[in-house]
């Protein structure tokens, strides 16, 4: 670079200094910092979109921490966006920080993001991740223009560290790279000779496979070259420009500026905005499935940040991580693996160990040859969960804001680990924790998703699973349409979905996610909706999908304070027109459609259970007629056999019906009159879903499935043998292997068994055994606290004794 020099160290080409990079490469960004301090340029030009200069000084902020990215959108199209990522690693963050030290201009020159959010819109549409396009820098060593600004339309090109790593005897670009790159030191000899060499080996591929070019990227380097023309009037030949690799030749070649400006014009427009938002290590994977082309961010990142011995570095960390999950692994485990991995690179004819090497110590030494343990290493250091941060003044949309402020009363910081969160909604923080995370849910912004609590299954308390993606930024965004605060927007989101619900289950469930995350304000419309739409669906099948969760909302009520009166309502005149209209329903079903019923009358049965028991509910009786429906249902022919089963089993086990009255329907039911596969239907009702106990414990009934099933002629058991197989293998198989002794010896055949007892199960007899009963009170009064003496102790020996038969 003429006119520029430093220590005797001089540009040796013409022109800009032109330095092509590979993406997310530390290589390339420790031959950046070198080369910039030999070149000491007036002004650095970087590949990227150049809306975001405004945002370059915040990245000299001290809050702002790579990984972070670039994230463009469209303004009325929020959903519409493009990341550009940058890690500690990347060349053009280190530039970036350069340029920022020593008060030199930089800025991006890629084609702007007004543009190519308008190409993804009218070719593409949104990608398939929901909008978010994908990351603008993209390893530019492998040909492909930024994932975001072109949608793959083109067909596929060479990529060029393949290309390069074959032309010098090497299977794996990757190994190429480490090799020739990664581990050549930083600084050493001339500073600019990488380049030059890079430079001289993508002409030549550009123009052996230049001619699957994609359209596009003339576009792009067409507004490069004009930027760089533009750089270069300003500050003369002070200009270094910071680019992928494969551009380099293209930003060399000479072209009028007429004919750039051709390439550009008529391009589709727009408007955008650009912030800074978090990003991770494991977006910057391939293995992430949303990455931008690297295997090894935590690799790179550990290359990039040691000053020296990065393998024993490397080795030592990963020793830490295995302690840390209780495995033991000592100093010396790490002098061997340093040996090993030492070893291999020499065998293998490599200057220096390289991830291949160290992940094969690591596995040989440290965990013993196993891969369970390994991908642990891999998943925690080779790809990592490193979340950058961003400062507060970076630009944000309103919503943005308030989460942001959420965030830090309620102390839910972002995190890139996956984390459970216990909370306790009877204590104030948690309960706002909990209605912050519903509220999200409701908006589309999927930070956590509940599970099952553990030791506890009351309604004040929930388990979450939290994980923050950089995705969600994006979906902050499109959400900021509902208003400027979560809970304004979360109310509007709530209203708008109860006006569009096509159905009386989505209206129901939005009901239940609106109590949860406390939207006052939405019930009303929500609930509104809800009494049109159940007045109107005259569909049995609708109502008892809706009604669940309709019960299941006024359980919320006693803890979190809510006003469930009008949802009581709803629901106890929900459950009345089900009584009314099920028998109907019942009848002339084939096999499929009674099978989804039952699963209706098993979610009704369980909702009724739970309204009779709220004392907002407003209505009497309803489990007395909800029980007059099943003797209904288990009394008529029409309806079909595993429908009456169901309907007799939820009876008895409400003790609404004795086990001799169940044994007389069963007994009808299996009579042979009744159609075997009909008779099947009905046993299936009756004692699948955990009646394998009630056949264990009632040899009546046992008996009569034994005797209809040996009677059941051979021409019909292939028939029925489906479906008695799926009703009896889903008990557990203790309780199948009770029930097969059972059957081998005969139901009701009483026998002597060992000890004396007699009986038809396993250790129960026909009688209370006195004996037996008493060998236990000494142990009761122990844990009672009963010594059996004084006034009452008698009687107390007594009513124990009772007790245990």
Known sequence: MRGVEQAGSRWPGEGPLLLGVRHHGPGSARAVRAALEAARPRVVLIE???????????????????????LAHAVDEPGRSAFWPLAGFSPEWVAVRWALEHDVPARFIDLPATHTLAWGRDDAGPSADGGAGGEGSAV????????????????????PLAALAEAAGYDDPERWWEDVVEHRGAGEGDAFAPFLVLEEAMGALREAYGRGEDHRDHVREAYMRLQVRAARREFGDGVAVV????????????????????????????????????????RLSRASGYGAGIDAPGWYAHLFDVPDRPVERWLTKVAGALREEDRIVSS???????????????????????LSETTDAVRAVMCEGSDVPLA?????????????????????????????????????????????????????????????????????????ETAASRGSTGTFRETW??????????????????????????????????????????????????????????????????????????????????????????????????????????????????FVGL?????????????????????????????????????????????????????????????????????????????????RLMGLALSPGTPPADAAAWIEGFVGGGGGMLLVHDERLLGLVDAWLTGVPAQAFTDVLPLLRRTFSAYESGVRRTLGELVRRGPGQHGVRAGGLTGG?????????????????????????????????????????????
């Open 48 to 70: 990227g979109p150049p809306e975001a200069d405004a945002l370059i000084p915040l990245a000299a902020d001290r809050d702002t921490r790579p990984p972070v990215a670039l």
């Open 465 to 578: 699973r939290l994980r923050w993606e950089p995705e969600l930024s994006v979906r902050v965004a499109e959400a900021g349409v509902w208003g400027t605060t979560v809970r304004g927007a979360a109310t509007a989101r709530a209203e708008a979905d109860a006006v569009a619900a096509q159905t009386l289950a989505e209206v129901t469930a939005l009901a239940e996610h609106c109590l949860l995350a406390e939207l006052s304000d939405a019930l009303p419309v929500v609930m509104r909706v809800l009494a049109d739409r159940a007045a109107l669906d005259a569909d049995v099948g609708h109502l008892a999908r809706a009604l669940p969760a309709l019960v299941r909302s006024l359980r919320y009520g006693d803890v979190r304070g809510t006003d469930t009166e009008a949802l009581a309502g709803v629901a106890a005149g929900l459950a009345e027109r089900i």
């Open 761 to 805: 199960v396993p250790g129960f007899a026909e009688d209370l055994d006195q004996e037996r009963a008493d060998a236990v009170l000494p142990v009761l009064r122990l844990l009672l606290g009963l010594d059996g003496t004084g006034p009452g102790g008698e009687s107390r020996s007594n009513e124990l004794a009772g007790a245990t038969g």
């Open 243 to 282: 680019c992928g690799a494969w551009h380099v030749p293209a930003l060399r070649r000479r072209a009028t500026v007429a004919a750039d400006r051709a390439l550009l014009k008529g391009l589709p427009k727009v408007r955008a905005d650009m912030t800074w938002v978090p990003w991770t290590h494991r």
């Open 376 to 448: 642990l290493v891999h998943d925690r250091l080779v790809v990592g969960d490193v979340l950058g941060t961003v400062p507060q003044a970076a630009p944000a949309v309103p919503l943005q804001r308030d989460l942001a402020r959420l965030q830090r009363r309620l102390r839910l910081k972002p995190e890139a680990l996956e984390r459970e969160l216990e909370l306790d909604l009877r204590r104030e923080t948690d309960a706002g924790r909990s209605r912050l995370l519903h509220r999200l849910r409701l908006l589309g912004v999927g930070w956590g």
């Open 332 to 354: 010396a485990h790490v002098i061997e693996a340093v040996r090993l991995a030492g070893t291999l690179a020499a065998m293998r004819g490599r200057p220096l160990p390289g």
């Open 583 to 663: 028998p109907s329903a019942c009848v002339a079903l084939d096999a499929d459609a009674a099978q989804e019923m039952r699963r209706h009358v098993d979610a009704v049965h369980g909702a009724v259970a739970l309204l009779g028991d709220t004392p907002k509910a407003g209505h009497d009786g309803l489990r007395a007629r909800w029980h007059t429906v099943l003797r209904t249902l288990s009394g008529r022919d029409t309806v079909p056999g595993v429908l009456r089963g169901r309907a007799a089993r939820l009876l008895l086990d409400d003790g609404e019906v004795e086990q001799e009255q169940a044994a």
């Open 140 to 159: 530019e060593g492998t040909a492909e223009p930024p994932a975001e600004a072109c949608p793959p339309q083109a067909e596929v090109r060479v990529d």
